[in-house]
Nanobody, 128 residues
Framework: QVQLVESGGGLVQAGGSLRLSCAAS????????MGWFQQAPGKEREFVAG????????YYADSAKGRFTISRDNGKNTVSLQMNSLKPEDTAVYYC?????????????????????WGQGTQVTVSS
């Protein structure tokens, strides 16, 4: 059974940076499509960024473009989200997600139901 564990959240001032990491168990991580989502209080979970199993294809929400970068290291079973120029509206719990049953290398999911495995989340708070 695949498990995802996020880390790297915290409190940062507006304009600052954070790097989130997600460590995955499982022998076939290199065939998982991976994504990051955010959920602010009272709001639905929203897509932030996704990456294909080779890392060759990435996709970002409009709010993340130019500020966030998703990457993965298949040798270490990790996926990361580098967040720069953070804004108070980025405050949310950030979740790592995996799609473990894939046959398309370039697949990147942008919807919650595209993914079958979730981490427990890590809190990001951006103060103004």
């Amino acid at each position: 059974q695949v498990q995802l564990v996020e880390s790297g959240g915290g409190l940062v001032q507006a304009g600052g940076s954070l790097r989130l990491s997600c460590a995955a168990s499982g022998r076939t991580f290199s065939t998982y499509g991976m994504g990051w989502f955010q959920q602010a209080p009272g709001k639905e979970r929203e897509f932030v960024a996704g990456i294909s199993w080779s890392g060759g294809t990435t996709y970002y929400a409009d709010s993340a473009k130019g500020r966030f970068t998703i990457s993965r290291d298949n040798g270490k079973n990790t996926v990361s989200l580098q967040m720069n120029s953070l804004k108070p509206e980025d405050t949310a719990v950030y979740y790592c997600a995996a799609r473990t049953q894939l046959s398309i290398e370039r697949w990147v999911g942008t919807r919650s139901y595209d993914y079958d495995t979730w981490g427990q989340g890590t809190q990001v708070t951006v103060s103004s």
